[in-house]
Structures are given as C-alpha cells and as structure tokens.
C-alpha cells in the first residue's frame, strides 16, 4: 500500500485552460493525492484499488461551479482504478485485465493517461486481453470512457464505446514496432448527424543506434462523422543524438503533423481527431494546442547535470494545417477560426525549459518556464499577447 502525493504551482499570463487571451495573469495550486492498495498472489491475478482527490486553490478565472460536469482542476475523493489483472493465466500466454483503469501505450500519442492534469485525461471502465509471446504482445481491448464528476461518483461515461487492438514487437536489439487500430464509435445519436464512427490505423517505433536515437508514430484515420466521411492522418518523426561531452547533451529534432480540414464546407472531414492521446507534453508545455489541424517544428537540448538532475529546452514553432480550418485548443475545442483562410497560418513560437530533479525514490522536485510569441493567424483573428507559465511541483510517494 502506498501514497502519491503531488502539489503543483503554477503562474498563467494571457492563458489558462479555457483558453487564450485572458487580459490578466493567474495564480493557481494544485493538488493531488492517490492512496493505493495493491495485493498480488504468487503466478496468480493481482489487485489494484486506488482513490484520487484534486482540488485547487487562489486561480481567479477558474471556478468549479462553471462546471455542471468535468472541472479539470478539481474532482473530489473518488475511485480512480479498481482492476483485476493476471498477466499470464495458469502460466499460459492469455492473460487479462478488467475494472477502472488508466490505459497507455507506446508513446500515448494515440492511447495515453494524460497524467499531467490535475484530475486526468482519459480514465476507463475497461476490459483487456492479453496474448503474449517471447516475441510480440496483444492486447485486445473494449472500454468506455469516465465523464469526471466534480461532486460526485464518476459513474457517467462519454456518449461513445472504444475498441481495438494493440500490437508490441521487439523485431531487433534496441529497436521496437508496435501496431495499432482503434475505434471510436457512437450510435446513440438523436439523429444521423450525432453518430459517428472514427477508426485510427497506424504505428509507433522507437530505438538506438550508435549515439542516434529515433521514434516515430503514424495513423490515419477513416469512417463517418454524421453525414460527412472522414480522412484524416497524423505524422510524427523524431531523431536524436546523445553527444560524448561532460553531462552527455543530447540534440534532438522533430516534426509533427496533424491534418486539417481543407474545405469546411463540403462533405469531407480532415481533421484529424487525437484518438485517446496525452498532449501535454507534445505541443507545448503550456498546453495551447491540441494536435489537430497543426504543424509542429520541434528542437531541443537536454543534458544530465548529476545523477538524477535534468534539464531540458525545447522550442516550438506553430502553423495550422490548413488555413480554412481551426485552431484547436488542448481540450480539442476550437479557439479562432478563419474560413477565408486570409489570416494566414502562422500560429506562433513556444519556448519551454523545464527542470527534474529526482531527491530519492520518494521525492521529486520539478519546475519550469515557457513563453508563447503569437504568430499572424493569431494576431488577425484577436488578441495577440505574449503569453507566459512558470510552474514548481513536488511529489511525494510512499
């Protein structure tokens, strides 16, 4: 049994997680607490009960009363997981897992836990089969996503089933292939345009060669939104080079893409829809994008100043897609939109820098700074001010 304890103070000018554009900073404090109780029996199935409170304290703009349902920052004590599992069932290569659960793969791109919030992205009422062998690893997998609460048991889900089909390889030393497919279907509609059927196909790699490193994630995606068919795709590549000098720098490039919808106006939609993936960390640190409909230039450098000491800078720069089409925010809503398409696509610059510090297996100390430089899109469709974060966390697990 344990505890995980995380406090977390965070600085917004011009933004929070509504949107962009405030006028006026913000202070906000964080908190969250997960008990947690796991009991194992010997090559058998295992449980796993764990609660979660989050609440926050001092922000201005954020309220929980403006939310009916799903205030990101503030969800009172609940049941987080509760799953049974057993890995490899009377040492067999069929396994499974069932109950509330986090789901995460590869690099949670399409399926993440979006563990950064201080209440969570993506939680579920879930059920997963496993089939695994020395080489390569399914997981078949059939859920439904928790709609969060704020004053109440999480017991509402999202209008939607999820499934599919998760594929891990280990083809070469060092090197990994992991396949994907999954669904996100509705039919609970009052109507045609209410249902729709997104299926996301792709796949993720990682691995080392030499000094190089490299991890890579394609999907693309197909099926119907209403009466509109959909066709839609996601690119990411990313190469790094871990240098031989003192505190072992390491140089990284990237590049990222997210289709938009080329004409808003006729029966096709391009969009491309974030599947069930984490974003915090991949557009932003400040969370101003949502991968939809976005173009993503990426550089960084990090280096290891002593053992357990990091620290990382990433810079960012921004385009939309597609002119014609949104800019989607982190909660995948639309933020401005030009449908002339005049106002360009040129988003703008991010610059984060963030610190780790790992004390013990006990305690984690993090903290960071990031400042967004708004581009011509923005600075034609509305407010266009240079916006800043600052953040300091602790983690406390026991």
């Known amino acids: 049994m344990g505890i995980n304890q995380r406090f977390r103070y965070e600085y917004l000018d011009e933004f929070n997680i509504k949107k962009y554009g405030t006028g006026h900073d913000d202070n906000v404090l964080l908190s969250r607490t997960q008990p947690y109780l796991r009991y194992t029996i010997s090559r058998g199935p295992s449980v796993f009960l764990q609660g979660q409170d989050s609440r926050f304290w001092f922000s201005d703009d954020i309220d929980k009363e403006d939310y009916i349902q799903g205030c990101p920052y503030y969800n009172e004590f609940d049941l987080h997981q509760a799953y049974l599992e057993w890995r490899t069932i009377a040492e067999t290569p069929f396994g499974f897992k069932a109950g509330r659960q986090s789901v995460g793969y590869g690099d949670t791109r399409i399926f993440g836990p979006g563990g950064w919030g201080n209440v969570g992205r993506h939680l579920w009422d879930a059920g997963i089969v496993y089939y695994e062998t020395k080489n390569i690893k399914f997981d078949f997998i059939y859920g439904k996503k928790i709609f969060y609460d704020w004053d109440r048991f999480d017991e509402d889900h999202y209008d939607y089933h999820a499934y599919g089909m998760y594929v891990q390889t280990k083809p070469l030393t060092d090197h990994t292939l992991d396949f994907f497919y999954a669904v996100k279907d509705s039919d609970s509609g009052i109507s045609e345009d209410d249902e729709f059927t997104v299926q996301t196909a792709g796949f993720y790699g990682k691995g080392k060669w030499h000094q190089f490193d490299y991890n890579a994630t394609a999907a693309y995606q197909f099926g119907d939104d209403g009466k509109d068919d959909i066709a839609a795709?996601?690119?990411?590549?990313?190469?790094?080079?871990?240098?031989?000098?003192?505190?072992?720098?390491?140089?990284?490039?990237?590049?990222?893409?997210?289709?938009?919808?080329?004409?808003?106006?006729?029966?096709?939609?391009?969009?491309?829809?974030?599947?069930?993936?984490?974003?915090?960390?991949?557009?932003?640190?400040?969370?101003?994008?949502?991968?939809?409909?976005?173009?993503?230039?990426?550089?960084?450098?990090?280096?290891?100043?002593?053992?357990?000491?990091?620290?990382?800078?990433?810079?960012?720069?921004?385009?939309?897609?597609?002119?014609?089409?949104?800019?989607?925010?982190?909660?995948?809503?639309?933020?401005?939109?030009?449908?002339?398409?005049?106002?360009?696509?040129?988003?703008?610059?991010?610059?984060?820098?963030?610190?780790?510090?790992?004390?013990?297996?006990?305690?984690?100390?993090?903290?960071?700074?990031?400042?967004?430089?708004?581009?011509?899109?923005?600075?034609?469709?509305?407010?266009?001010?240079?916006?800043?974060?600052?953040?300091?966390?602790?983690?406390?697990?026991?």
């Not at 720069?317 to 005049?342: H, I």
Request: hydrophobic share 35%; charged share 20%.
């Open 233 to 398: 795709y996601m690119m990411h590549a990313e190469v790094g080079f871990t240098t031989a000098l003192r505190f072992k720098p390491r140089l990284a490039a990237g590049y990222t893409i997210g289709s938009g919808d080329e004409d808003p106006n006729d029966d096709d939609q391009g969009t491309y829809d974030g599947v069930f993936g984490g974003v915090a960390k991949y557009y932003g640190r400040m969370n101003l994008f949502s991968g939809s409909n976005l173009t993503n230039w990426q550089t960084s450098i990090a280096v290891k100043l002593y053992k357990g000491f990091s620290i990382c800078v990433d810079y960012h720069w921004f385009r939309l897609a597609e002119k014609k089409d949104a800019w989607y925010y982190c909660n995948n809503k639309v933020m401005r939109k030009d449908e002339t398409g005049d106002s360009g696509s040129d988003l703008g610059e991010e610059l984060d820098m963030v610190c780790k510090y790992k004390i013990n297996s006990h305690l984690k100390l993090m903290a960071g700074y990031a400042c967004f430089f708004p581009g011509y899109f923005v600075e034609n469709t509305g407010t266009a001010e240079d916006a800043h974060w600052a953040f300091t966390q602790v983690i406390f697990s026991f």
